[in-house]
């Protein structure tokens, strides 16, 4: 099978509830690292003890926790696969 064809089926398959809940804790440490930078490009300036959260390292980790939590699949047969090995 294509490589771009089965990431972009994980990208849509319905994952394991622990990667769920890693992707949402991913998503919000991306959104907390964002908002800093957000806030000041429309004006609202924060005081220098919150400017500590817009890490640039801290977002890209977030995003590529996301992304690899997404792309674990939770499927019957690799399940099943996984009990016969056994």
């Known amino acids: 099978m294509n ?5 972009l089926k994980r990208l849509v398959a319905k ?3 622990i990667f769920q809940v ?5 998503i919000l440490v991306v959104l907390v690292t ?11 300036t924060l005081p ?3 400017l500590v959260l817009e890490n640039k ?3 890209i980790a977030g995003i590529v926790g996301a992304v690899i939590s997404q ?3 939770d499927t019957p047969e690799a399940t099943q696969k996984v ?4």
Do not use: H, M
């Open 3 to 7: 490589p771009i064809t089965q990431i």
């Open 15 to 17: 994952s394991p509830k």
């Open 22 to 26: 890693i992707k949402w804790i991913s």
């Open 34 to 44: 964002g908002l800093p930078g957000f806030l000041e490009s429309v004006g609202i």
């Open 48 to 50: 220098p003890d919150l």
């Open 57 to 59: 390292a801290i977002a």
């Open 71 to 73: 792309l674990t699949v």
């Open 83 to 86: 009990l016969e090995s056994k």
